[in-house]
């Protein structure tokens, strides 16, 4: 049995409820429970069950820091006053532990239309994703974002993305070798998310309920980016204080329709083996290699001649010179994920909003992930920012070249 499978067995199969008491018994309860279970299949309608239970031996090197929560179907609100205080420190504190996450809920959106968002034109034959899915995502160090995802969708389509490739596997057709950091979740949908959710208290709400099953009190958060054109909505357990079901929209001015994730369940885990993060890949004649921008020899700057410093502070410094010419087709040359954003995308993800943008200075370059890491000072309207950029190198032909890739955590202002 696969490892994805033992575990997914273990949430599934256990009949332990939420409580105190089971983070007294967490590991030897949980072994008892996979043994009792393991080779049980249950239909897919059980896996709506909701609980805290912990530990599966194939995940031993986690040390019990499994904690799997639901939510009741039904909630009434009670009077905050009543209630311990909650505050969002908490929560971050809570999980800052945990960097690997089991999702579980309903998906509704066109994987089409998100590749060729990004300038992916050839996956047509993707399928729309409209129900049940899981998910196993990992962060990385600094929990600001995902370094692993993998994603099981309701047609049995299969999606695996690390930082600079993805494998899409269709259930019954192709196999995609997708190269560009793509499949990503940022920011990480936990510790890092609810820093910004801190940081921008203006923008969201705070209500305070129970669960009529279980008695267990929760506390309610709706929060609509100020800086991204999404809205979620945040469910949190008040004991526990750990995330317990969330829900994103992809407009923060319209979400009274079905979001795009709504997730009902949440496990969490101090890590768990590589195996998790594998999938079955046919031949290799059978895989389709696909190409973004990111790799198209029409975008970037040649590095020819160039050190990679002197490469990186060259494209920054033409790159922030096309924002603020607001030569919209000079950065999409420069910055390739920005390919197929319209003129109006383009002014929004770049903050005309703020004014003209000025870069004053590329302080010291280190090494990052992906590529070099160049932290830009840049003058707004009314402040300074400190903004990480990462540019990409390529070889192309056997020529050298580089492109900038993205940014690299949240801006900051200049102290």
């Known amino acids: 049995m696969k490892p994805e499978d033992e575990i997914r067995n273990l949430i599934n199969n256990s009949d332990v409820t939420t409580g105190p008491e089971t983070d007294k018994n967490v590991l030897g309860d949980a072994l008892k429970h996979l043994e009792k279970f393991k080779k049980r299949q249950l239909a897919p309608s059980q896996s709506n069950m909701w609980r805290i239970i912990m530990k599966s031996p194939i995940t031993r090197i986690a040390a019990a820091a499994v904690i799997i929560i639901g939510l009741g179907m039904t909630v009434y609100l009670i009077d905050k006053s009543t209630t311990p205080a909650w505050a969002i420190d908490q929560s971050i504190e809570a999980m800052k532990n945990y960097r690997v996450i089991y999702f579980s809920g309903r998906i509704s959106m066109s994987w089409g239309d998100s590749f060729r968002g990004l300038g992916v034109q050839k996956l047509l034959e993707l399928p729309e994703s409209q129900g049940e899915f899981e998910m196993w995502a990992q962060a ?247 903004i990480d950029m990462i540019v990409m190198f390529r070889e192309i032909d056997d020529k050298s070249s580089c492109v900038v890739h993205s940014n690299e955590g949240k801006p900051r202002p200049v102290e």
């Not at 993060?277 to 040649?302: A, C, Q, R, W």
């Not at 319209?342 to 990052?368: A, C, P, T």
Request: charged share 30%; aromatic share 10%.
């Open 140 to 386: 990385d160090e600094g929990l600001s974002r995902s370094s692993k995802v993998k994603m099981v969708l309701p047609d049995n389509t299969v999606i695996l993305g690390r930082k600079l490739q993805s494998y899409i596997k269709l259930a019954e057709g192709n196999t995609y070798d997708v190269q560009g950091d793509l499949m990503k979740i940022d920011p990480w949908p936990t510790y890092e998310l609810l820093r910004i959710l801190k940081e921008d208290t203006d923008s969201w709400t705070e209500l305070y309920g129970r669960d009529a099953a279980t008695g267990k009190d929760r506390i309610f958060v709706e929060y609509a980016s100020s800086t991204e054109n999404r809205f979620w909505k945040f469910e949190f357990d008040s004991e526990s204080k750990l995330l317990v079901s969330l829900k994103q929209w992809e407009d923060r001015n319209n979400h009274e329709g079905s979001p795009i994730f709504d997730i009902r369940k949440i496990v969490y885990f101090e890590q768990l083996p590589d195996e998790i993060f594998e999938i079955d890949l046919p031949d290799s004649s059978k895989i389709i290699s696909v190409n973004t921008p990111l790799h198209d020899p029409n975008y970037g700057m040649s590095a020819e001649g160039l050190t990679q410093e002197q490469a990186c502070r060259k494209i920054l410094t033409e790159f922030w010179q096309k924002v603020r010419e607001q030569d919209f087709d000079g950065i999409r040359k420069l910055f390739p994920y920005s390919a197929s954003w319209s003129d109006e995308v383009m002014r929004s993800n770049l903050g005309y909003d703020q004014g003209s943008v000025k870069l004053l200075e590329i302080g010291q370059i280190y090494e990052g992930k992906i590529g070099p890491v160049a932290p830009c000072t840049v003058q707004l309207k009314n402040e300074r920012m400190v």
